[in-house]
């Protein structure tokens, strides 16, 4: 049996699930049916847990389990996993006094299924950050405490997916417009060696590794401007894996909308495909 993980921002649930036009009915669609062993890793709920199952009703109804968190701050972040099975465990954040009530990561267990193996997924969504002050220096407390409970996650030999939008674009390669954003909030010099770090210290960062070195594949554009109609994006939706999962990966994508107006986030889906 073959696994599918996709990991999307979908900039507030109750936005993404609404028809905006013909050719842009929201996200429900494009979900689908509960079939085959699939995973949806969701970041800015921006909903509480009610709200959000509410908007998420005909999904529900057909057979995905949703689990989620949400921030404690109403209106803000929130994360989720849909699946097409329910997991074996849910845990809340990574043990961080300060950010496991703010809706930021969400870690599921999944039992293994025939040549599937045992599961740990989880959706991040790593704060925004700035160039200087308070909110960057939230951004790096949390980069220390979450890159400690990633080295301990290493450890499990079963399989393991962190996805989300880690709100930093590790290279040149990850961003179209790298020569002026050199001093932006995901594009620091300290932001990207972390990442750095991670990488090797054995994590995968299996889109990269599937398409190789070259610009893209884009997963985030402004709204504003032309940003999305010249791809003029970042890449900052990541799925980071074990070894074991890396060995199984076969395939990446990024579901980018045809058009501007059929855009139900400003983040595109990132759906990778394992054996």
């Given amino acids: 049996m073959s696994l599918t993980i996709t990991s999307v921002n979908v900039n507030g649930i109750r936005a993404a699930v609404k028809e905006r036009n013909p050719d842009n009915p929201g996200i429900l669609p494009w979900l689908g049916a509960p079939t085959g062993r699939r995973f949806v890793l969701l970041q800015e709920i921006r909903a ?10 005909p999904a529900l109804d057909a057979g995905w389990s949703l689990s989620m968190t949400e921030s404690s701050v109403k209106g803000h972040a929130g994360v989720g996993v849909l699946g097409t099975v329910a997991p074996d465990a849910v845990r809340v954040g990574f043990g961080s006094e300060e950010f496991d009530g703010t809706g ?17 997924l989880g959706s991040l969504y790593l704060p ?11 951004k790096f ?9 990633l080295d301990t996650l290493s450890r499990r ?8 939008d880690w709100n930093i674009a590790h290279s040149e390669l990850d961003l ?5 954003n050199q001093r932006s909030p995901g594009f620091l010099p300290e ?6 770090g991670l990488l090797d210290r054995s994590w995968v960062d299996v889109t990269r590794a599937l398409v190789g070195d070259e610009p893209g594949p884009y997963s985030w554009w402004s709204w504003r401007g032309k940003a999305f109609d010249n791809d003029s994006g970042w890449r900052i939706d990541y799925h980071l894996v074990n070894p074991v999962m890396a060995r199984r990966a076969r395939a990446t994508r990024v579901e980018r909308a045809d058009a501007y107006d059929r855009r139900w986030s400003d983040h ?6 394992f054996a």
């Fill in 128 to 138: 925004k950050g700035a160039s200087d002050g308070p909110k960057r220096d939230e």
């Fill in 157 to 164: 030999r079963r399989g393991v997916v962190v996805g989300g």
């Fill in 268 to 273: 595109a889906p990132v759906t990778v495909e």
């Fill in 141 to 149: 407390r949390f980069l220390d405490e979450f890159g400690a409970h």
């Fill in 104 to 120: 930021r990561y969400l870690e599921i267990d999944v039992a293994a299924d025939g040549d599937v193996p045992a599961l740990t």
């Fill in 191 to 196: 932001e990207r060696a972390w990442v750095g």
């Fill in 176 to 180: 179209k417009a790298w020569k002026t």
């Fill in 48 to 57: 509480s847990r009610d709200r959000a199952a509410e908007a998420l009703a």
